[in-house]
């Protein structure tokens, strides 16, 4: 029976495995984070929640619209009328974890084999395809081998392993780029006045690009909790301060139209490094020229965000059936 590993459980890395597992191949993802999906993220603050990566995602493909209504059948999303806020930005229906985003990581991963806690530190080719060695000494083996970490984080694990990519594979992975954004969380003690349905882009020149009440979008229906994403440009300004908590007042002042600071009764702040891949690979995946199977896919890959991190999990699950069974 082929056997396949993933590094990373997001979108991309939960949907390769869910399909190759359906057609009986042996699937271990790992990741190296608390829990699976990546960017779609929801946390507790408090005692309410918010998500605090991914806020909605649109289904235009068949195959991601065809996933999209089998979760809406189990109640794993529903729809968010965020057009409301902005007709001219929001062309397509969104959609949002009923329980927040990472419940639909949730769903994706009920019958995929997944360890989370486990960093991979080096990767080998050996004589059945590649053996992975992880952050507590213990190294799996399988046939194949499917990377969904950011671009960077793939690069720096072949270079720490002592690996050479082809030089126009590893070309194209070091021109994928990503944009940063640090995400802040704050739970009211009265609800927000952000308008109705509860999610708002702010001017480009503001330090908080992105606004969303998660009372409002039925992400924590008893406690007003609010989520606010900085510009990308701000972000990166401060990406690798070491006291994020110092900025909290700032960016909190630049929601004051709809936060109000005397409101706020709890706080936190998130760095996502790799935030939104604004220069991918045109391509839903990258296949190397190796002996043994080795993808590299995710949402730095194709038309990117969600959708296509789906659709690049399901093109390298795809490939990898196609060639066991060829």
């Not at 649109?58 to 059948?73: D, N, V, Y």
């Not at 229906?221 to 909290?248: C, E, G, I, R």
């Not at 995946?285 to 999990?313: C, I, K, M, R």
């Amino acid at each position: 029976m082929p056997t396949t590993l993933i590094l990373g459980a997001g979108l991309a890395g939960l949907t390769a495995a869910r399909e190759l597992t359906r057609q009986g191949h042996t699937v271990l993802i790992f990741d190296k984070g608390r829990g699976v999906g990546g960017r779609l993220a929801t946390r507790r603050i408090a005692d309410g929640r918010a998500d605090h990566g991914a806020q909605y995602f649109s289904a235009r493909s068949p195959e991601f619209a065809a996933l999209t209504q089998e979760m809406q059948h189990a109640g794993v999303v529903s729809n968010w009328h965020v057009e409301q806020s902005d007709p001219a930005s929001f062309q397509h229906p969104r959609f949002v974890g009923t329980d927040g985003m990472s419940s639909i990581a949730k769903y994706l991963a009920t019958d995929v084999h997944v360890q989370t806690g486990k960093r991979a530190v080096a990767v080998k080719q050996v004589p059945q395809g590649w053996a992975v060695t992880f952050d507590d000494g213990q190294t799996i083996a399988a046939d194949s081998l499917l990377v969904t970490l950011p671009a960077p984080q793939a690069l720096a694990l072949w270079q720490e392993s002592g690996l050479e990519l082809d030089p126009s594979e590893k070309a194209i992975l070091n021109a994928i780029h990503y944009q940063p954004c640090l995400a802040v969380l704050l739970q009211l003690s009265q609800p927000s006045n952000v308008p109705t349905p509860g999610g708002l882009k702010l001017p480009a020149d503001s330090p908080v690009s992105w606004v969303a009440d998660n009372q409002q979008k039925g992400i924590s229906p008893a406690v007003p909790t609010v989520t606010l994403h900085a510009s990308h440009s701000y972000s990166q300004q401060h990406l690798d301060d070491t006291d994020l908590k110092a900025l909290l007042p700032e960016l909190v002042a630049a929601a004051a139209a709809y936060v109000s600071s005397e409101t706020v009764i709890d706080q936190q702040i998130h760095r996502w490094r790799y935030s939104n891949a604004t220069e991918r690979y045109s391509e839903p995946f990258l296949a190397a020229s190796t002996p043994a199977p080795l993808l590299f896919g995710g949402d730095g890959f194709g038309q990117g965000n969600v959708e296509g991190a789906f659709l690049s999990g399901l093109a390298m699950a795809k490939a990898i059936a196609d060639g066991a069974s060829a």
